[in-house]
Each structure stands twice: as C-alpha cells, then as structure tokens.
C-alpha cells in the first residue's frame, strides 16, 4: 500500500522526525520504501538524514534537495527491492534551510 504520512514542517535547524504525525513519532514504522518531496511553495533546501543531521559537517545527513522551480519538484526517494519493509521510517528525519518550508512524506508499506 502507498501511504502518505502527510506534511512534515520543521523548525529550520531542527530535525523532525519523518513520523512526526503518527500518533507515536518513536513508534517503529517499516516501510519498503520511502519518498520525501520538496514543495511547490518552499524557497530552501531540504535535508534528509539521521537523528544527528548536521548540515554544517555533513553528519547523519543522506542528502539535499535543492529549491524548487517552475519546472522541477525535487524528491529522494529510497528502496530496496529485494527486501520487504527493510526501513524503519522512525530512523528518518527531515531538516529545512527556511522556516516554514516543509515536506510531502509517502511511503510503500508491502
């Protein structure tokens, strides 16, 4: 099932967690695979990675997606296609460069 876990809306320099709203963000979530999308309105960057994303060294940070443009609304997306649910969603977190920007969350549940 495709499963949409909604909008994610940091604080800019705060990660949040991908689960943010799910009844219990800590919550074990498996997945097979996981989208995270920029959206139309946002004007930074959006960071992807760990509990420890720090965007300054690069730790725990997976990647970025630059700001979107009238032609182009970056995504990430991850799987394992040999592997059923291998990623635990509650492990994932979401960081922006500019408040108030935020992320469309999918997610592939088999």
């Given at each position: 099932?495709w ?31 996981i ?57 994932y ?18």
């Open positions: 099932m499963k949409s876990l909604g909008y994610i809306t940091p604080t800019a320099g705060t990660p949040t967690r991908i689960t943010a709203n799910e009844t219990d963000p800590t919550r074990m979530f498996l997945a097979h695979s989208l995270i999308q920029q959206v139309r309105d946002n004007t930074g960057y959006i960071l992807i990675g760990q509990s420890g994303l720090n965007a300054g060294t690069g730790v725990d940070l997976d990647a970025v997606l630059p700001i979107p443009t009238t032609n182009s609304l970056p995504n990430a997306t991850v799987g394992i296609s040999d592997s059923g649910n291998p990623f635990n969603c509650a492990e977190y979401v960081d922006t460069t500019v408040n108030g920007d935020k992320v469309l969350v999918s997610v592939l549940v088999l």
